[in-house]
């Protein structure tokens, strides 16, 4: 599983040229493995990114046009 995860986010690094998901992805992690501990972060993660990109869609979708010019 830990590979699969890898590859993704490898994947994804490496086709975008701003990082703002992998970024917001990775602090998601950190953040919620800090605060609910190894065993119970994977679902407070996982609802986190979801709040942070759909807060934050607009603002990447418009650098994304950005860098595509």
Do not use: R, Y
């Amino acid at each position: 599983m830990t590979a699969m995860f890898v590859v993704i986010f490898m994947d994804q690094w490496l086709e975008e040229k701003h990082h703002f998901s992998a970024w917001i992805g990775l602090a998601a992690s950190v953040v919620c493995l800090l605060i609910f501990g190894a065993d119970n972060f994977l679902i407070p993660t996982m609802i986190c990114i979801l709040v942070a990109l759909t807060a934050l869609s607009k603002p990447i979708e418009a650098k994304a046009q950005e860098a595509a010019k």
